[in-house]
């Protein structure tokens, strides 16, 4: 069974730019979760997707941060315009369904460094 | 405000004896709990997990222990392997985003 995808794995951007990250579930997971990990501390959710609606984007900078997933399959993670601070991991993680009990599979991780 | 902590950051344990990786949570709507391993340069895996109606939970050599009166719980590895060495997260939930504490991060030496 093919993991969840992310790409690209390494990106070093400028302050102000932007950048996209891209992330494929596990085929057949309707859930859908991205999360920003800065060094030394956990994950910490942004967005979760159910299909192609939003359950919870609380924690999403939403002057900067954006994402989507029009089809209910893959999504996108937009930054723009990017700050120092937003150096991260961005996780891509999905689910069979939203409720505890089902299983969440990380993809590696999209690690961004902003100069 | 950390819902989740993990107040070791890290852990060195012999190989062959017993890990035990401690967490403690504040907010008392969280009924499922559940450990993340993670290697550097990839992204976490899940380890093992327990409902709030239990108390225990094993899987080969690791043990989930919950404690709802003190609002912690634990994580025991035994026996403690050298492939075991990583970055383990406690994650609770309320029924929608994992929280996830800091992290411990395990060495276990030959």
């Known amino acids: 069974e093919a993991g969840v995808a992310q790409s690209p794995r390494y990106k070093i951007i400028e302050k102000r730019q932007s950048v996209a990250f891209w992330c494929n579930p596990i085929?057949?997971?309707?859930?859908l979760y991205w999360y920003q990990q800065i060094l030394g501390q956990g994950p910490k959710l942004l967005i979760q997707?159910?299909?192609?609606?939003?359950?919870?984007d609380s924690q999403l900078p939403k002057d900067r941060f954006s994402a989507e997933r029009l089809k209910g399959v893959d999504s996108t993670l937009k930054i723009q315009p990017a700050k120092l601070e937003d150096s991260a991991v961005y996780l891509c993680?999905?689910?069979?369904?939203?409720?505890?009990?089902?299983?969440?599979?990380f993809g590696e991780g999209s690690w961004l460094t902003v100069v | 405000d950390q819902q989740v902590k993990q107040n070791s950051p890290s852990l060195s344990v012999q190989e062959g004896r017993i890990s035990i990786l401690n967490c403690d949570y504040t907010?008392?709507?969280?009924?499922?709990f559940l450990w993340y391993k993670k290697y550097p340069a990839e992204g976490p895996t899940f380890l093992i997990s327990i409902s709030s109606i239990k108390d225990k939970n094993e899987d080969g050599r690791f043990t989930v222990f919950l404690n709802k009166s003190a609002k912690h719980l634990s994580l025991h590895i035994v026996p403690s392997q050298p492939g075991d060495s990583a970055v383990y997260f406690c994650a609770a939930t309320s029924g929608y985003a994992l929280n996830f504490g800091k992290g411990t991060s395990l060495l276990v030496t030959p």
């Open positions: 907010n008392s709507m969280f009924d499922y």
């Open positions: 085929s057949g997971h309707a859930t």
């Open positions: 997707f159910q299909n192609n609606g939003v359950v919870d």
């Open positions: 993680a999905s689910s069979l369904a939203s409720r505890p009990g089902n299983t969440i599979y």
